[in-house]
């Protein structure tokens, strides 16, 4: 019997629900993780991406890169694969990975969604200055000031916190930026 077109919709809505609930429901992402697997063979870019959302929710981040960079093969680095993936990344807290992917789907589109997610991460970096540019790219590309301009920016230089993950980041995943600006 076919799975319903809808189903990896439904199954990432309920992952997006889950994060913005703000908490973390181990019992519901393992069942939208089965439900996931399930889907493999009838959509598998769907089910992949289900797959490593859930993974960089519960901490996997070597599945996370695994399933995404599944996606990104499978669609030739599609925007809907960078913009997942940088959502993923967002939500497992790696702004700094969440920022370079979701450039690179902002390039690839020019989609207010990637650039919305970029002025996210930049934010959450701590970085002021690329933080106004990009804000000033919002309201070129809107017509509306984003959300988080009319809040008090971070300070303009990367905070010791934010620096220590992305030179972690950096060197843990060295091989993978590698293949990420292969893409």
């Given at each position: 019997?076919p799975?319903?077109a809808?189903k990896?919709?439904?199954?990432i809505?309920?992952v997006?629900d889950i994060v913005t609930?703000?908490?973390?429901?181990e019992?519901?992402l393992?069942?939208?993780?089965?439900?996931?697997e399930r889907?493999?063979?009838?959509?598998r870019?769907?089910?992949?991406t289900?797959?490593g959302?859930?993974?960089?929710?519960?901490?996997?981040?070597?599945t996370?890169?695994v399933?995404h960079?599944?996606?990104?093969?499978?669609?030739d680095g599609?925007?809907?694969?960078?913009?997942?993936?940088?959502n993923?990344?967002?939500?497992a807290?790696n702004f700094?990975?969440?920022l370079a992917?979701?450039?690179?789907?902002?390039?690839?589109?020019?989609d207010?969604?990637?650039?919305?997610l970029?002025i996210?991460?930049?934010?959450?970096?701590?970085?002021?200055?690329f933080?106004?540019?990009?804000?000033a790219?919002?309201?070129e590309?809107?017509?509306?000031p984003?959300?988080?301009?009319t809040g008090?920016?971070?300070?303009?230089?990367?905070r010791?916190t934010v620096?220590?993950?992305l030179e972690?980041?950096?060197s843990r995943?060295?091989?993978?930026?590698?293949r990420?600006?292969n893409?």
């Amino acid at each position: 019997m076919p799975v319903p077109a809808t189903k990896y919709t439904d199954l990432i809505h309920a992952v997006n629900d889950i994060v913005t609930s703000g908490r973390r429901d181990e019992v519901a992402l393992m069942r939208i993780r089965r439900q996931a697997e399930r889907l493999l063979d009838a959509d598998r870019i769907g089910a992949l991406t289900v797959l490593g959302a859930v993974a960089g929710l519960l901490g996997d981040e070597k599945t996370m890169h695994v399933r995404h960079l599944a996606v990104l093969e499978l669609t030739d680095g599609s925007y809907d694969a960078l913009y997942n993936y940088a959502n993923t990344l967002a939500w497992a807290g790696n702004f700094s990975s969440a920022l370079a992917m979701a450039k690179q789907a902002y390039e690839a589109s020019h989609d207010p969604a990637a650039l919305d997610l970029m002025i996210i991460a930049a934010h959450a970096l701590g970085l002021a200055s690329f933080f106004r540019t990009l804000c000033a790219q919002w309201l070129e590309s809107t017509g509306r000031p984003h959300e988080l301009e009319t809040g008090e920016p971070p300070a303009g230089h990367i905070r010791d916190t934010v620096m220590a993950r992305l030179e972690d980041d950096m060197s843990r995943n060295a091989e993978l930026w590698t293949r990420l600006s292969n893409v």
